[in-house]
C-alpha cells in the first residue's frame, strides 16, 4: 500500500467513526477551544499509531476508543487538579454537539452531564462507553479490565445516580 | 431517572459537528499530521542521541582514570564521573524503554496511564538524580578535561578552593531544595521552571502517586 493510499485509508476509517473523536474531546474539555485542540490531538495520534493497527487484534472502533481516551485522559491529567473536575454545564451540550447550541435541551441530558461532571477521569470513560452502547466485553477490552469488574462497576454508577436523583427530587420537593 | 433512560436521551442527541469534521480534514491538508508523526520520530531520535552522548562521556572518563590510576585523586573523581556516566545511560536507556511501552497509545486505558505515570516518575527522579550534582560537577567536569587535554594536574594546586567550591554546591543543593518547597504552589508564569518546582519540591511525585493510587482503586475498587 502506498503512503497515499494508505491515508486515504485512515482518513476513511476516522471520517466513518468520526463520532468517537467528537465525543471523546467533549466529555473532556474545559471550553469550546480545548474540545477543537484535544480532537485534533486525538486524529494527530490516531494517524501516529495508525501504522501500528492490527485489524486482527482488535476492532476499528477498540482501538480508537482506546487512543481517543488515553490522549484525552492523559491532557487532563496535566491540568492543574482545581480545574480538572469542574461540574460539566450547557457548554459542554453545546461542545458535544459539535459547536453549535443545542436548541431544546433535554432535561435529562443536563442532568447526565451534572452527573458526569462530578466523575474522574477513568470513570468518565466508562460512562461514556456506556452510554455509546459499547458491550461489556469491548468495554473491558478498551479500559484493561474484566468484564464482570466493568459489570460491577455500571451497577455502583447507576446506584449512584439513583441516589442523586432521589435527592435532587427530595431537595426540590 | 434511571441511567438507561439517559442512554436513550444520550443517543437521541443532536450531532451537529460538520465543523469539528472540517478541523480534522484541514490538518490533513495543512500537512500537519505528518509534522506529527515526525516529531515523535525526532523525539526517539533525540533520545538515541542521548544515549550516544552518555557512552562518549563514559568512553572519556573510564581512559581518564585508566590513565590517572596512579594519581589517587584522579582517580577517585574519574571513577565518581565513571559512575555518574553509567547512571546517565541507564537513565537513558531506560526512559527509551518506557517510552517504546506508550509510543503507539493503543494499550488499554489503564495499562497506558499506569506506563506514563511510571515514566512520569522515572523522568522526574532520574532528572533530579541527574541534575542536582551538577552544583558539584561544573567545576569538576571542566577540570577533568583540562587536566586530559594539557596533562597537567589541575586538581593539585588549588585543593583549598576546589573543596570550598564543593561547599558552595552541596549548600546550593539544599538551597535549591529549600527555595523549591516555598515556591510550591505558587503560580509561576515560565512552564520550565514550574516543572523544576513541581519536581524538586515532591510535587510531581505526590501527582503521580496519587495517579498511580487511582488507577488501582478503579482497577480492584
Known sequence: MTGRQHQQRFESLLHEHRRIVFKVAGLYSRSAADRDDLAQEISAQLWRSFGGYDPARAKFSTWMYRIALNVAISQARRWPEADRFEPLDAHHLETVGGGEPIAEQDERLTALYAFIGQLDP????????????????????????????????????????????????TAGA | MELDEMKQAWARMDLRQEGMEALLRQDFRDRRMDKARSTMRWSLLGQAVEIACWLAFVVFVASFWVEHRHVMHLLVIGLLLHIYGIAGIWSSVTQLFLLSRIYLFDAPVLVLQRRLAQLRRFRMVSTLALGLPWWFLWLLVPLVVLTWWSGVDRFAGAAGWIWANMGVGAAGIALSLWLARRLAGRPIRSPWLQRMVDDMSGCTLARVSRQLDEIARFEHG
Open chain 1, 122 to 169: 477513568l470513570n468518565r470513560a466508562l460512562i461514556l462507553l456506556y452510554l455509546e452502547d459499547r458491550s461489556y466485553t469491548e468495554m473491558a477490552e478498551i479500559l484493561g479490565l474484566s468484564e464482570t469488574n466493568v459489570a460491577t462497576k455500571i451497577s455502583r454508577i447507576k446506584q449512584k445516580l439513583r441516589e442523586q436523583m432521589t435527592a435532587a427530587e
